[in-house]
């Protein structure tokens, strides 16, 4: 059974940093490095958003209001997801969830897509004003 299991959420003040991880088990190695991964959030009483987004070849999308502060990367070797959030502010409080969507790749996995097959449990992000 694969699963993806979140950590490195916490409590910040504005201005600081956090770096996010996703790590997946149960997942062939092939399937993951043809997988879209993507990171979303969700705040009280919103909607959730997708934040960011990787393909199979290593392009990057985000959301508006991240661009230039939050970045994914990937490590197909180790399955593992990253989100590394610098100059953090408090409108980025949310729990934050990775997902993973198999053989979703190029082009097709860099839109707004938000029907994933597979997500994590969530970690919490709490910055301070």
């Known amino acids: 059974q694969v699963q993806l299991v979140e950590s490195g959420g916490g409590s910040v003040q504005a201005g600081g940093s956090l770096r996010l991880s996703c790590v997946a088990s149960?997942?062939?190695?092939?399937?993951?490095?043809?997988?879209?991964l993507k990171w979303f959030r969700q705040a009280p009483g919103k909607e959730r958003e997708g934040v960011a987004v990787?393909?199979?070849?290593?392009?990057?999308n985000y959301a508006e209001s991240v661009k230039g502060r939050f970045t994914v990367t990937r490590d197909n070797a180790n399955l593992s997801l990253f989100l590394q959030m610098n100059s953090l502010k408090a409108e980025d409080t949310a729990m934050y969830y990775c997902?993973?969507?198999?053989?979703?790749?190029?082009?097709?996995?860099?839109?707004?897509?938000?029907?994933?097959?597979?997500w994590g449990q969530g970690t919490q992000v709490t910055v301070s004003s």
């Open positions: 990787i393909n199979n070849d290593g392009m990057t």
């Open positions: 149960g997942y062939a190695y092939s399937s993951y490095g043809r997988s879209c």
């Open positions: 997902a993973a969507q198999p053989g979703l790749t190029g082009s097709h996995c860099l839109g707004n897509q938000s029907i994933f097959a597979i």
